[in-house]
């Protein structure tokens, strides 16, 4: 569900014609509706409202600070996987004790910062990690909250990239060893074992890998309280799936709920949910204006001003997303492939797909790019990172602007003999 509809035959964010804002602040720009990110929060909220839990928003999914801020009011906590993401949460209200962390290269100062903040707890990924927090937190005399990650050995039947609870992955620890891990943990001064960690995997778009992979994390959780290690704190992850292309009857936050609750609900834990696409994939869109058409030979190329550098997906994982036109136009149906500026054949938006021929000038919106879109954004080709809007009802708001050339060299250090 989302707030990007057409009026007659022009696009809007909520109240706002898309045309409007791409007027004020060019293209690229990335756009996103207020109300459909408090609608997907609160989806969760409610469907998990019976169950004690945090819900704590990945971060790497978008980390501006406005929507991290909205979230925040919401009372969400944050998913972090850098002292860059604890630096962003901190700073857009997220409580410390709302803030899970995870990732398999954690440094000595992120995890100094981190204990320093007094987070809920570090999700811990290996033995030598293990062992560094143990040895930082007593350097820093206190006591660090941590569940394991642990890998349950579960296809989440996503793309390989995002697919993260095969023992083949360098996630997580595998669930044979976890029990012998959890002694180990249970055994260091410096360490307070408090929960239990999974994440198998992104855009998971059945119910079932989530069961499968939490009816194993159960029985470990129910044997490690049988030797006396308080799990008090199931964390679940992310990965919910979300529609790409108009797919039908993808399970929610209310059909994770569903299948998640009866099998822990005579356990007193307080749940973690980590979703990021979830809530903001389909909250926002990204605009980019039609540069040149381009007849080749083989194919006909619509070039756009927006790059792989602005939103990656497609280029990186061969994702689908949909490509309307910002005004509405009945020109021609065509197979083209929607393309950016940047010089690799990798940049592509779309590959052979039909739309009313553009022209010039126009206007188009990828959808869905909410969620790992300018996250994953870079200065590639010397490209300047996108603007950012969040619209509310009738108003938008600039919540980023677009990067200067001057930001493009701002960390450059020429030394003195090179002048
Ligand atoms: N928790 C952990 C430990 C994670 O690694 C991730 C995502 C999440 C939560 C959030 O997952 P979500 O609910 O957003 O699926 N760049 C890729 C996705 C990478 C996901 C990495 N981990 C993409 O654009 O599809």
Do not use: W
Not at 243 to 250: A, F, H, V
Not at 257 to 273: H, N, R
């Amino acid at each position: 569900m989302n707030d990007f509809k057409y009026r007659k035959s022009e696009l809007y964010a909520e109240d706002v014609p898309v045309a409007k804002i791409a007027e004020r602040t060019g293209t690229p720009v990335y756009i996103y509706s207020h109300g459909t990110l408090v609608r997907h929060y609160r989806a969760f909220k409610e469907a998990f409202d019976g169950y004690p839990h945090v819900i704590c928003f990945a971060l790497k999914a978008n980390s501006n600070a406005a929507i991290l801020r909205l979230l925040a009011r919401e009372g969400c906590g944050a998913d972090v996987v850098s002292g860059g993401e604890l630096f962003f949460a901190q700073k857009s209200g997220m409580p410390a004790n709302k803030v899970v962390y995870a990732g398999v290269g954690k440094t000595e100062e992120e995890i100094a910062y981190a204990l320093k903040s007094r987070i809920l707890m570090f999700n811990v990924e290996s033995s030598e990690e293990l062992a560094a927090i143990d040895r930082i937190a007593g350097k820093l005399k206190t006591k660090a909250p941590i569940a394991l990650r642990v890998n349950p050995d579960i296809n989440a039947s996503t793309h390989p990239y995002i697919s993260t609870g095969l023992k083949k992955h360098k996630f997580g620890i595998p669930i044979e060893k976890a029990l012998e891990y959890y002694g180990l943990a249970a055994g260091l001064r410096n360490i307070r074992v408090i929960g239990i960690h999974k994440h198998i995997g992104s855009q998971i778009t059945k119910v079932e890998p989530f069961v499968d992979a939490l009816k194993k994390i159960l029985t470990l959780a129910q044997d490690l309280r049988s030797r006396g290690i308080d799990i008090k704190y199931l964390d679940i992850g992310g990965g919910l799936g979300i529609s790409y292309n108009n797919e039908k009857g993808l399970p929610g936050p209310k059909e994770l709920a569903k299948a998640i609750i009866p099998l822990i609900k005579l356990y007193d834990f307080t749940l973690i949910l980590e979703p990021g696409r979830s809530i903001v994939g389909n909250a926002g869109i990204l605009v980019t204006r039609v540069l040149y058409l381009k007849q080749q030979p083989e194919r006909e190329f619509v070039i756009v001003d927006a790059g792989m550098n602005d939103l990656i997906r497609p280029s990186l994982y061969d994702a689908y997303h949909h490509i309307q036109h910002v005004k509405k136009n009945r020109r021609p149906l065509k197979p083209v492939d929607v393309v950016g500026p940047i010089c690799e054949s990798g940049d592509f938006f779309a590959r052979g797909r039909m739309i009313n021929l553009p022209r010039h000038d126009d206007l188009l919106a990828v959808m869905s790019a909410g969620a790992y879109g300018f996250s994953m954004s870079s200065n590639y080709n010397g490209r300047r990172r996108a603007a950012e809007v969040l619209v509310r009802g009738k108003e938008f708001f600039v919540i980023r602007e677009r990067e200067e050339y001057t930001d493009l060299i701002k960390e450059i250090r020429v030394p003195d003999f090179l002048k």
